[in-house]
Nanobody, 122 residues
Framework: VQLQAFGGGLVQAGGSLSLSCAAS????????MTWFRQTPGREREFVAG????????YYADSVKGRFTISKDRPKNTLYLQMSSLKPDDTAVYYC????????????????WGQGTLVTVSS
C-alpha cells in the first residue's frame, strides 16, 4: 500500500489547515496510521496517530487540543485538521502506516508518504 500526503501550504499564525493522506489500497483494521513531522536538522517527530480498527487517537503534547486526526475507512484516507497554528508547527508532514499499535518512533514504521510542507508565518 502506497501513501500520498497532500494539503500543505502557507498559512498565518492562528490559522487552520487540513492535511490528507490517501492510501492506494485497503488499510486493514490492524493498522496504525500516524502523522509525523520534520524540520531540517531535527529528528522526525510524532504528531498524531489513530488505530484504524477502533479509532482510538493519540497526540503529541505539543499539538493536543489544536490538531485532530481522523480517518475515513471506506476511502482509506487519513486526515489531520490543524488549527491555532504556530510558527513552530512549520515542518514537512508525513503520514505513515504500520501493523499493530500506534507507536511514536519513526523507526517503527516502514510505510511512508512523500511528505507535504506546512509553513506557518508569524
Amino acid at each position: 500500500v502506497q501513501l500520498q500526503a497532500f494539503g500543505g501550504g502557507l498559512v498565518q499564525a492562528g490559522g487552520s489547515l487540513s492535511l490528507s493522506c490517501a492510501a492506494s489500497g485497503r488499510i486493514f483494521t490492524d493498522a496504525a496510521m500516524t502523522w509525523f513531522r520534520q524540520t531540517p536538522g531535527r529528528e522526525r517527530e510524532f504528531v498524531a496517530g489513530v488505530r484504524w480498527g477502533d479509532g482510538r487517537t493519540y497526540y503529541a503534547d505539543s499539538v493536543k487540543g489544536r490538531f485532530t486526526i481522523s480517518k475515513d475507512r471506506p476511502k482509506n484516507t487519513l486526515y489531520l485538521q490543524m488549527s491555532s497554528l504556530k510558527p513552530d508547527d512549520t515542518a514537512v508532514y508525513y503520514c505513515a502506516r504500520r501493523t499493530g499499535s500506534v507507536l511514536r518512533t519513526r523507526h517503527d514504521y516502514n510505510s511512508w508518504g512523500q511528505g507535504t510542507l506546512v509553513t506557518v508565518s508569524s
